[in-house]
T-cell receptor, first 114, second 115 residues
């Protein structure tokens, strides 16, 4: 069965510092991996995805993620955090054999302090 | 890009009543849609897969008689919470996949409060 784990419930970063939000996955076959962000009482916003190709994926708002097959990880990174990046972040894996339904990690709350 | 809407965005209902939530794909057709439930600051839990022209597929532990799903057309799926109870209060989010299933397009969510 497909699964995704986000080991950190919360990540605290000072503004201007680099940030990393961790994600590991367990899938059969080649994964489709995603990162989404959610602001309070809002739906999900797509940040980036890995389907195939280059292991370093660049996405919206300066975020990037590195697909590491040997470590089964897909960590989200940003070189310089902004206070406005504070939100709830979700890693997800897609089950291509079931119409693309997403399995989400537990979520990580990112707090960026000025 | 593709847009998915949900209506209403916010609803309050009394215990024992039913409430219907609509999910529409505005500029593309979706033979499949997904319904998720989210508690505050928690992850999205997949409730069911809505299939146009056939019965919905429910995830384990989800009561299909309580959460009725109807995929009425290629652009509309509805979730009806029947005989609502306060514990049904939650944030409900729908999504629809793009043509290649490489993307999911999410609705803005519906906040249900049962009093």
């Amino acid at each position: 069965a497909q699964s995704v784990a986000q080991p950190e419930d919360q990540v605290n970063v000072a503004e201007g510092n680099p940030l990393t939000v961790k994600c590991t996955y367990s899938v059969s076959g080649n994964p489709y991996l995603f990162w989404y962000v959610q602001y309070p009482n809002r739906g999900l916003q797509f940040l980036l995805k890995y389907i195939t190709g280059d292991n370093l994926v660049k996405g919206s708002y300066g975020f990037e993620a590195e697909f590491n097959k040997s470590q089964t990880s897909f960590h989200l990174k940003k070189p310089s955090a902004l206070v406005s990046d504070s939100a709830l972040y979700f890693c997800a894996v897609s089950d291509r054999n079931q119409g693309g339904k997403l399995i989400f990690g537990q979520g990580t709350e990112l707090s960026v302090k000025p | 890009g593709a847009v998915v809407s949900q209506h209403p965005s916010w609803v309050i209902c009394k215990s024992g009543t039913s409430v219907k939530i609509e999910c529409r794909s505005l500029d593309f057709q979706a033979t499949t849609m997904f319904w998720y439930r989210q508690f505050p600051k928690q992850s999205l839990m997949l409730m069911a897969t809505s299939n146009e022209g056939s019965k919905a597929t429910y995830e384990q532990g989800v009561e299909k008689d309580k959460f009725l799903i109807n995929h009425a057309s290629l652009t509309l799926s509805t979730l009806t919470v029947t005989s609502a109870h306060p514990e049904d209060s939650s944030f409900y989010i729908c999504s629809a996949p793009g043509p290649s299933y490489e993307e999911q397009y999410f609705g803005p969510g519906t906040r249900l409060t049962v009093t």
